[in-house]
Every structure is written in structure tokens, then in C-alpha cells.
């Protein structure tokens, strides 16, 4: 079976830009959740989603939203994008909240 | 406040020379508690998942333990293999809401 997939693997914006990063969950699974890891640091929850709707956010600006479609697929939306944002982007699945989460190889971002 | 400490930061050891990971935690509404291995550049690999104080689980080399307030993941006669960083993360929340938190993780190195 097909893990998580993520995309695109790699991306270079410059600051002020906006980036959507995409996920697919592992067939089955009704939950998308999001995390940013910068180097050296662990992942930092952004959001959760279940059946469509946000379930969890963590300590992230308005810049940043999401949203999951019928299918449990999800997008990662960044405005205005800032230095700052470089990092390595992660999505995580698991069949439902609370369950353990499976991650995908990730989306590497460089704001130039 | 929630929080993951995970020590040391990092550990050398000689093939075949056993130790011990730390990970304590502070979460209100514990759901779980996580390992994860991550080799660079990529996204994290689940590892174990532990519920309830006094669960222990086993995989190869690796042993998961979970107290009240902090976790030890065990490794035995480790193997160059073995070198990645192990991440700690708890699951917590309430009224529906739930959230990761990870720690900085843990680098170890094993050397032949």
C-alpha cells in the first residue's frame, strides 16, 4: 500500500510570495495534519484535520491556513511568505484523531 | 505549559554498546506517546506508540517504555544502522481539540 505522498518535493519562492503545498493520506486514513521542522529542531504542530473540518491548531500565524477535500486529501496554504519559513514541510495521517500518525518524505521550502 | 525534553541531545556509542533514550513530557489529557525515527532529509518513521504507564513495546533492538512522566527508548547491541535522530512526541487535548508536540529529538551515532 501507498504511504503518504506529498508535493512537490522541493520549492524555492521568494518573500511575499504564497506556496500551496499538497498531501495525500494513506488510503483509508480520515485525518491530515501538518508540521513544519526547521533543521535541527523537531516538527511544530500547524493543524489537524478530521473529516474535513479543522480539529487542532497549533501557535501559527493567519498567514497559514489549510483545508482537507472529500477525498481527505489537504492543501497547505502560506502568505505572504518570510524568511522565516524555510523548513521542511510534513504531513501526517492516521485513520482517526487521536491515533498514531504516519509521515509522509515532506516538502522541502526555501524563502529567498 | 506542554512540553517535550528529550536527552541526551546527542550520543555516540560503539557498535554492540547498549543505551538508553530519554523523553519526558508534560501534556494535559494525554492520548499517547510516540517514537520516531528520522534519518536526514526525510520525513519521520513511526516506531512505537504507548498508551498507559508500565507499557512496554519491543522491536528488534529497540524497547519503549512509558512512566507517568517520562519515556526511555532502549536500544541493545546497537548496529551503524541504528544511526538516525529518535524523536519523542505526545498526543494531548481536550474537548475535541487534540495536538503533537515533539521534542528536539535525540542524534544518535553508531559507530563500527
Known amino acids: 500500500d501507498a504511504g503518504v505522498t506529498q508535493s512537490p518535493t522541493h520549492l524555492i519562492k521568494t518573500r511575499g510570495q504564497h506556496v500551496t503545498l499538497r498531501c495525500s493520506p494513506i488510503?483509508?486514513?480520515?485525518?491530515v495534519s501538518w508540521y513544519q521542522q526547521v533543521l535541527g529542531q523537531g516538527p511544530q504542530f500547524i493543524f489537524q484535520?478530521?473529516?474535513?473540518?479543522?480539529?487542532g491548531r497549533g501557535n501559527f500565524p493567519d498567514r497559514f491556513s489549510a483545508r482537507q477535500f472529500p477525498n481527505y486529501s489537504s492543501e497547505l496554504n502560506v502568505n505572504a511568505l518570510l524568511l522565516g519559513d524555510s523548513a521542511l514541510y510534513l504531513c501526517?495521517?492516521?485513520?482517526?484523531?487521536?491515533?498514531?500518525?504516519?509521515f509522509g518524505p515532506g516538502t522541502r521550502l526555501l524563502v529567498l | 505549559e506542554d512540553q517535550v525534553t528529550q536527552s541526551p541531545e546527542a550520543l555516540r556509542l560503539q557498535e554492540g554498546e547498549s543505551s538508553s533514550l530519554n523523553c519526558s513530557y508534560t501534556?494535559?489529557?494525554?492520548?499517547?506517546l510516540f517514537w520516531y525515527r528520522q534519518d536526514p532529509g526525510k520525513g519521520p518513521e513511526f516506531l512505537f506508540t504507548?498508551?498507559?504507564a508500565g507499557e512496554e513495546k519491543e522491536k528488534e533492538r529497540l524497547k519503549a517504555t512509558l512512566t507517568k512522566k517520562e519515556s526511555f527508548l532502549h536500544i541493545t547491541a546497537p548496529k551503524p544502522e541504528d544511526s538516525a535522530t529518535y524523536l519523542c512526541?505526545?498526543?494531548?487535548?481536550?474537548?475535541?481539540?487534540?495536538?503533537?508536540?515533539f521534542g528536539t529529538g535525540t542524534r544518535l551515532k553508531v559507530l563500527a
Open positions: 501526517a495521517s492516521s485513520y482517526r484523531r487521536a491515533e498514531t500518525q504516519y
Open positions: 488510503s483509508g486514513h480520515k485525518s
Open positions: 484535520y478530521y473529516e474535513k473540518e479543522e480539529r
Open positions: 501534556v494535559s489529557g494525554l492520548r499517547g
Open positions: 504507548l498508551y498507559s
Open positions: 512526541a505526545v498526543q494531548g487535548g481536550t474537548s475535541g481539540t487534540y495536538k503533537y508536540i
